[in-house]
Structures are given as structure tokens and as C-alpha cells.
């Protein structure tokens, strides 16, 4: 009997000999996120909506149990590409998940490519990274920077006014989502009168308050995004210095006026108009789960964008080595499982461009509202339905 026992299972390892190892193996996952400096809050949210994910799947997927590899990338290009080589070459990782900033992604995006390993992004919005230098083994998850940022510059020009100031950080992201407002912006006839460009981690806006000031009679919005906890600063000084006293009405990505900056913001945050691809507030069983679930892990504490991309990611990645069986060793099947598979996520329906690897989503326009017991939410104004980015120059 024993001899028996010992030639069967000799024989199933022969048969499946590629599943029956990945099955036995550990699924190896790096997170390439900060955990210090002016991005350190974005990388803390993406592992709280990453860990509740795994946590709903046991810490398994397609029988493999699931390892996470961390180390501090500072959001800085040269260290996030020393870890991402390391993870590479001496962990062999299944999966990297990272990073926040536009920067990064493209400073990584070469090693990525030519190691054949899977990137998930689960924030930098860089459009070039699903564009004209997107590669097949990069899957984003969270936005472009056009995509989240055109929708506003459509909906100001036909529901706020003509007339728009922008004010962004001088970095990849903001250079991108200015352009992107712009365009939308200026396509249903608005004109974007002055620009401006603050170092990323300013604290004082008093130089661009005054700036604005001299054009706030003309002014029908200030579209703004600033990364960090530098972004309730400008909204706190810009509603302290008065200018919002008028018709002038704040603007900018969702994420300038959400769930992780309300209570930095207070009362100065009502009344912003926001685009993106998630508020807390949306109404639907699926979110009003998501958000229960969340609340149960961490303390009652309200989900916000960069929580669900954090969720979303861990879910793509657990439903894709679901489908090819906890077999990955076919980068080619293990894409197309990946750019197949649709999630019912707590932002709406998405699913992976397999032209581009972005993510295709809905985009809503938002406004802050004080509610009747006194908490902050957000109204729905309009949802731009399942916004996919033509991601130019890319040829997948």
C-alpha cells in the first residue's frame, strides 16, 4: 500500500508537474511604497486596502500562501530601482506592487519591462507608462493622469465658467493633470488664463494667494493639485485669505478634498469640486460593504481613494493567479487573466485595457458637502461612464 501511495503521487507530479509546484510555492509579492516624507500617507493607504483584500482571501490564492516583501523606497527613483533590481534578482518575486509618484513608475519602467515582471500600479498616474513607453507587464489600476483630470476641465467649462487658474506641483503628476484639465477644459471653450508651479512639499502659499488675488475678478475657478498634506494647506490659506468670498470656486483631482484630508481641512473643504474614481459617500452594496469591512479592520475609520486602489490591486492580483491556477510561469496567459478579468470594485465596475494596461473606470465629478450631522461627504454631480485612456503611442 505504501509503495502504491508513493507511485500515485509520483505519477500526478509527472502529469502536472508546472501546477503541482506552483501550487507547493509561496506567491512572492513586493510592495515598492514609502513609508517616510511627503508620499508616506499614500503608501500607508495602499497597504491597508492591499492587506484587507488578502485578509477576505485567507492570505492564499490558488492554494499558494502569500508573501508580502517590504522595504521603505522613500519614493525616490534611484532607491526604488535598487529594490526593484533586488527584488528581481535575488527574492524572484511574483509581483511588484508600486509606486506612488509619476517619477518613479518611469524610472523603474525599463528594469520592469526587460525582467519580464509583473508591475501593478496601484497609484503613479503617468501617462507615458500606459502610453507611448507602456509595456505588457505593466497593469495599472488606479488612473492615468488624463484620465481623471480631463472630465473636470469638461464639466468647469460647461457648469462652473470660462475663465480657470491652475495651480500644480512642478513634478511629473501635476505637469500631467494641468495639461489634462486644460485640454478639457479648453475643448468646451474655457481658457486657462495663468499657470503656476510650486516645488513639491511648499507650506506657504502666501506668493500664489496674492498672484490669484490680482486675477480674481475675471476667475470663475482655481484648479489646483498639490500632493501631500501641502494640499489642505493651499485650500486652508486660499479660504482664509478670502478669495473663495466671491464666485470663485475651487477645483481640482478628488484627492485634493477627500476622506484623508477632511480633518485636516475642515469646513474650507465644502463647496470643492472634485474628479475622480471613488468617493466613500458612493451608494451602492458593494461599497456600503467594502466601507463596513474597513471600519471593522481599522478602527472605524472611513475608506478614501488610495485605500480602494491599494484593494483593487491585491484583488486583480489574487483574481488573475486565481484563473491560471496558481501558474505563472506563462506571462502570456497570466496578462491576458489579468486583462480579462472584471471587478466588481467598491468604485464601480473596472477592468484592465488590454491595449494600454490602464485601468477603465468610471470617473465622477464630486462636490463637498457638510451633511445633516455634520460630517463632510461628497455629492455625485456627474459620472463620466467607464473613461478608458486611448493611451497614445502605445503599440501592445
Same mark, same amino acid.
Given at each position: 500500500?505504501? &509503495?502504491?501511495?508513493?507511485? @500515485?503521487? #509520483? $505519477?500526478? !507530479? ?7 509546484? /506552483?501550487?507547493?510555492? =509561496? ?121 481623471? &483630470?480631463?472630465?473636470?476641465? @469638461?464639466? #468647469? $467649462?460647461? !457648469? ?7 495651480? /500644480?506641483?512642478?513634478? =511629473? ?129 472611513? $475608506? ?9 490591486? /491585491? ?82
Amino acid at each position: 500500500m505504501k &509503495n502504491t501511495v508513493i507511485a @500515485l503521487a #509520483a $505519477a500526478a !507530479a509527472l502529469t502536472l508537474p508546472g501546477l503541482a509546484g /506552483a501550487q507547493g510555492k =509561496d506567491l512572492k509579492i513586493a510592495m515598492l511604497l514609502p513609508t517616510s516624507a511627503v508620499f508616506a500617507v499614500y503608501g500607508e493607504a495602499i497597504m491597508e486596502g492591499f492587506n484587507l483584500a488578502l485578509e477576505e482571501a485567507g492570505n492564499k490564492a490558488a492554494g499558494r500562501n502569500i508573501v508580502l516583501l517590504k522595504e521603505d523606497n522613500k519614493e525616490d527613483p534611484r532607491t526604488s530601482l535598487s529594490l526593484v533590481r533586488k527584488y528581481i534578482k535575488d527574492d524572484n518575486v511574483d509581483f511588484i506592487v508600486g509606486p506612488i509618484a509619476s517619477h518613479v513608475v518611469a524610472a523603474i519602467r525599463d528594469d520592469i519591462h526587460r525582467s519580464k515582471t509583473f508591475l501593478v500600479v496601484p497609484n503613479a498616474g503617468n501617462n507615458d507608462v500606459t502610453g507611448k513607453t507602456c509595456s505588457p507587464y505593466i497593469i495599472r489600476t488606479s488612473f492615468s493622469n488624463w484620465q481623471a &483630470n480631463y472630465p473636470m476641465g @469638461l464639466y #468647469a $467649462a460647461e !457648469a462652473v465658467g470660462k475663465s480657470a487658474y491652475t495651480v /500644480a506641483s512642478n513634478y =511629473d503628476a501635476g505637469r500631467e493633470m494641468a495639461a489634462a484639465f486644460a485640454q478639457g477644459f479648453a475643448e468646451k471653450g474655457g481658457k486657462v488664463t495663468a499657470e503656476e508651479w510650486p516645488a513639491l512639499g511648499t507650506a506657504d502659499f502666501a506668493p500664489t494667494i496674492t498672484n490669484v488675488r490680482g486675477k480674481a475678478a475675471d476667475l470663475d475657478t482655481l484648479w489646483s493639485f498639490i500632493p501631500g498634506t501641502s494640499g489642505p494647506r493651499l485650500v486652508n490659506q486660499v479660504s482664509q485669505s478670502g478669495l473663495r468670498s466671491g464666485k470663485l470656486k475651487l477645483s481640482g483631482p478628488v484627492f485634493m478634498a477627500d476622506e484623508l484630508f477632511f480633518g485636516a481641512m475642515g469646513d474650507a473643504a465644502i463647496g470643492m469640486l472634485g474628479s475622480g474614481h471613488y468617493v466613500a459617500s458612493i451608494d451602492t452594496p458593494r461599497n456600503n460593504a467594502f466601507q463596513a469591512a474597513f471600519r471593522k479592520k481599522y478602527g472605524n475609520k472611513v $475608506a478614501h481613494v488610495v485605500h480602494v486602489q491599494g484593494y483593487d490591486s /491585491a484583488k486583480l492580483i489574487l483574481a488573475a493567479v486565481e484563473a491560471t491556477k496558481g501558474d505563472l510561469s506563462d506571462k502570456d496567459k497570466l496578462r491576458a487573466a489579468m486583462t480579462s478579468v472584471q471587478l466588481d470594485s467598491p468604485r464601480g465596475k473596472i477592468s484592465i485595457d488590454p491595449k494600454t494596461g490602464n485601468v477603465v473606470q468610471n470617473i465622477y465629478i464630486t462636490e463637498v458637502i457638510k451633511r445633516a450631522d455634520g460630517t463632510l461627504g461628497h455629492k455625485v454631480l456627474r459620472t463620466y461612464d467607464q473613461v478608458r485612456d486611448k493611451g497614445e503611442g502605445c503599440a501592445l
